[in-house]
């Protein structure tokens, strides 16, 4: 048999890099509170059971990172991105980074497994002292070490789901529960207490300012010189945001939260005062340049590539406008005058073509909403009784109470509680029900603008552009810059059944309308909120939707005032 050993020359060389493995190691150690690092108890355990380990297994620990409270959430953390740098640096020679455990490493389950596998092709190893893997096999111990990261960050996903339970039943009950807002104490601190919310002398004159801003129309930096004078000190741009914090008329409003709750501290002002002050923001605000009105839509656009909004600026050599993507880096620029045309065109596509369908579309929209909120109707009812009840009680305590049946404590004791009753169920009410009587003039004032939006839009000023597109697309609308169209995740649901009523109406090829459509196929089950579509809707081609007639009132109420 021939040597074929001089062919080997010919074969490929192994671009492998060749690693050193060493006896070098670091410890890191980390906890993932504050309080935890006070205590340190924990912190020194995880490094005695490292350095145990290090001297039992012949390795040199060279340094020590973390020593601190980092969140293992990300990985962007400062002791821990640290430690990385150095072990990544050849001239240090490191070969294993030693553990307390893998959640203290990482708890980011993918990120962390890759992470893991980039150290190991060079030649570093994740060695968990209270979790010991077997690497004589590579195949297992890649499979242990990865179970063990994923269940780092399944525990991570299951403690922070607990968490957020905790503290949205917590902001359901009415408790603010992160940092107060400016003015408030809470006299009752501490984990597991009910909060006791109470405005301190620091809101009491902030509550002045609202009333200067409510009665006078004050400038932001007259009321602060006026602060100033009476001792206290607060920037003049600061106080944009708290007259737009409704948490000072006490309402909280969350991220967590699916709607605004009414909270159990004491407000500054009352929820009427706060509007009219917004209202007063709103019309100081009004003012606005050249730019913004050749650029309505900057703001409103996202880009589908990233999620970054667009803005806008302008080519004076060749004085046109442009829509541009404020990603850094990005390329992502459109003319105005052809993304306005687009805009255009999705308007058309989602208003009636022909006034003929108005009356039939009008009994369907008026049969949908009511079919819809049947349940809130009922509910309606049922507090409307209840509050008949507790007048009709209020009035028999105060009977018995002239003609000295109760005493006065007893009179103030059932008083108050009655009336706590009361206030309950009126904000019920306001918030959870909508006035029948309207809903004719909602639906006529609807259709009527359904019939124009193109025109209303194009014809129209800054304020009523955007006032059209805000009651359109309540969340903005999506530019799709590769395939050079728009897309939506969410049309108001007024308008969003129209689409697919007018077309109920439009006859077939043959000259017949269709027959079988069914009104329970044409929507999607919803409350007062205006519904989501299940996909994101595509322009290019015609509008489709099973979106809801849920916001009827709500929308006659903002484009009575908008438009």
Not at 51 to 67: C, M, P, R, S, W
Not at 114 to 142: A, C, H, R, W, Y
Not at 201 to 223: D, P, S
């Amino acid at each position: 048999m021939e040597n074929l050993r001089v062919f080997q020359k010919f074969g490929k060389k192994s671009k492998t890099p060749k690693i050193v493995q060493t006896n070098r190691a670091v410890i890191y150690t980390r906890v993932s509170t504050k309080e935890q690092a006070m205590n340190n108890a924990s912190l020194e355990t995880q490094k005695a059971y490292c350095e145990d380990y290090a001297h039992k297994n012949g390795l040199q620990v060279i340094t020590y990172f973390g020593g601190t409270y980092e969140s293992a959430k990300r990985d962007d953390r400062v002791e821990f991105q640290k430690m990385l740098r150095f072990v990544r640096n050849k001239g240090n020679k490191i070969s294993t980074i030693l553990v307390y455990a893998y959640d203290r490493f990482s708890r980011t389950g993918g990120s962390s497994i890759g992470l893991s596998e980039e150290l190991k092709t060079k030649g570093i190893n994740i060695l968990s002292v209270s979790q010991p893997i077997d690497f004589s096999n590579d195949i297992s111990s890649v499979v242990c070490e990865n179970l063990f990261h994923m269940n780092s960050h399944i525990s991570n996903m299951n403690s922070r789901n607990k968490i957020i339970t905790g503290m949205k039943s917590k902001l359901s009950k009415g408790y603010w529960i992160n940092t107060l807002p400016f003015g408030y104490t809470n006299l009752n601190p501490g984990k597991g207490k009910t909060p006791d919310i109470v405005i301190n002398e620091k809101g009491e004159l902030l509550k002045l300012a609202f009333q200067w801003k409510l009665q006078k129309n004050m400038t932001y930096r007259e009321i602060a010189e006026k602060l100033e004078r009476k001792g206290l000190k607060i920037r003049a741009k600061k106080l944009s945001d708290y007259f737009r914090n409704p948490f000072y008329c006490g309402v909280i409003v969350h991220n967590i939260l699916d709607k605004p709750i009414l909270g159990k501290h004491e407000p500054l002002i009352s929820r009427r005062e706060f509007a009219l002050i917004n209202d007063l923001l709103y019309q100081n605000g009004k003012e606005y340049t050249k730019d913004d009105e050749n650029l309505p839509l900057k703001q409103f656009i996202t880009a589908v590539s990233c999620g970054t909004k667009y803005t806008g600026y302008l080519v004076k050599r060749k004085n046109l406008y442009y829509y541009k993507n404020n990603r850094i880096g990005s390329k992502e620029n459109r003319s105005a005058k052809v993304m306005h045309q687009k805009f255009e065109e999705v308007l058309r596509q989602i208003q009636i073509k022909d006034k003929k369908y108005i009356a039939p579309m009008k009994e369907i929209m008026k049969y949908i909403f009511v079919q819809e909120h049947e349940e809130q109707l009922k509910e309606y009812d049922i507090q409307q009784k209840r509050l008949d009840q507790i007048k009709n009680k209020l009035n028999v305590l105060e009977e018995r109470f002239v003609f000295r049946e109760i005493t006065d404590e007893q009179f103030h004791k059932f008083e108050a509680k009655l009336k706590k009753e009361l206030d309950t169920i009126q904000v019920y009410n306001t918030k959870n029900t909508f006035n029948l009587s309207n809903l004719e003039k909602s639906i006529d004032l609807a259709l009527q603008l359904s019939c124009n939006l193109q025109e209303l839009w194009s014809l129209g000023d800054l304020e009523t552009k955007r006032s059209v597109q805000h009651m359109v697309f309540p969340e903005g609308i999506l530019f799709d810059y590769e395939n050079d169209r728009y897309r939506t995740q969410r049309i108001n649901s007024l308008f969003g059944i129209i689409p697919s009523l007018s077309s109920d109406f439009n006859p077939n090829k043959n000259g017949t309308t269709p027959k079988n459509k069914e009104l329970s196929r044409q929507v999607l089950k919803a409350g007062l909120e205006p519904a989501r579509p299940y996909r994101p809707l595509d322009f290019k081609s015609n509008v489709s939707t099973n979106s809801t007639t849920s916001a009827w009132y709500i929308f006659y109420l903002r484009a009575k005032d908008g438009i």
